[in-house]
């Protein structure tokens, strides 16, 4: 039986121009994480180099591995060595011309738990997702592990309470968002503080409605996607950080700075589910016959 108390490590960390020094560096901070306590870790969204979909550049689907493959074996070896479960995000070379974006989770004893490829995919401006990555085809996942059974979503999954659901009702205790979300610049000033608060606004209500904890895990910096010197044109982005793990109420346990690299650690506590959970009875009372129109892309 998992333990009704553990907890969680949340790795937020700035990524530079060479992917070998990124990938050093989460293993040097997941090291950290343990040391500090930490039984679950969970890395940012692609930490292995700059967020580099600011452009399109055919060049850099090199950059992609497949799974098991060389930076799965190191995780792997990491998670064993120091008896954690991780979350590790990577660019995932499924076959020729066929990408995704995959969160990998490994069990403490170095075991592939399972993957989660990222279902929605952005394309913004300097968020050119649609170019790298084909969506996700293994559906919403939670996995079995010796903590229990977590599920994972990736950044732009983090606003479709669908998700959520789908994976809550698979009986994980905690959903994890590794995430690489900022600020335009010019954009900072008028909109900044309200699309961060969005963005915690909605993953803490994806927390309270499926009463379930819920850990986010951001990068932070300013970032021109410069891969190995070759930068993207165009203004860059700033990182925003802001890290954070909240219960099933929705309390933020944890929180991270906008501009600092940062390892959380908070407690996960399962009995907490079930008093929330008797306490407000959302799952309970869903009325399951009456969402089939949920499935529709409009009701006009």
Not at 102 to 111: H, P, R, V, Y
Not at 114 to 143: C, N, Q, S, V
Not at 207 to 235: C, D, H, L, M, W
Not at 279 to 291: A, E, K, Q
């Amino acid at each position: 039986m998992p333990p009704e108390k553990f907890r969680v490590g949340l790795v937020q960390m700035s990524c530079g121009p060479e992917p070998e020094e990124n990938l050093q560096k989460a293993l040097d901070r997941l090291g950290e994480a343990a040391s500090r306590g930490a039984h679950v870790v969970c890395l940012p969204e692609l930490f292995q180099t700059q967020y580099f979909c600011q452009r399109e550049d055919s060049s850099l689907f090199d950059l992609a591995e497949p799974i098991p493959g060389p930076s799965s074996d190191m995780l792997s070896e990491a998670a064993k060595k120091h008896g954690i479960v991780l979350v590790a995000s990577l660019f995932e070379r499924r076959a020729p011309g066929v990408y995704h974006n995959t969160a990998a989770i490994f069990d403490s004893n170095g075991e592939l738990r399972g993957l989660y490829r990222k279902m929605h995919i952005p394309d913004d401006p300097l968020y050119y997702e649609k170019y790298y990555f084909t969506p996700g085809d293994l559906g919403y996942r939670a996995h079995n592990t010796s903590f229990g059974r977590l599920g994972t979503l990736v950044c732009w999954d983090q606003w479709y309470p669908e998700g959520a659901r789908l994976t809550a009702l698979q009986g994980a205790s905690i959903l994890f968002y590794p995430t690489a979300i900022g600020w335009h610049p010019s954009e900072k000033a008028e909109f900044g503080e309200a699309q961060h608060d969005a963005w915690r606004t909605i993953q803490r209500g994806h927390a309270i409605a499926n009463g379930v904890y819920v850990g986010v895990v951001n990068r932070v910096g300013f970032e021109t996607g410069n891969v190995r010197g070759k930068s993207a044109p165009g203004q860059g982005l700033e990182f925003w950080g802001g890290s954070f793990l909240c219960d099933p109420f929705g309390t933020v346990i944890a929180e991270a700075s906008h501009d600092k690299e940062e390892i959380l650690v908070g407690e996960v506590d399962l009995r907490k589910l079930e008093d929330i959970r008797r306490n407000w009875p959302f799952l309970r009372d869903r009325r399951i016959d009456s969402y089939a129109p949920i499935t529709s892309r409009m009701l006009d």
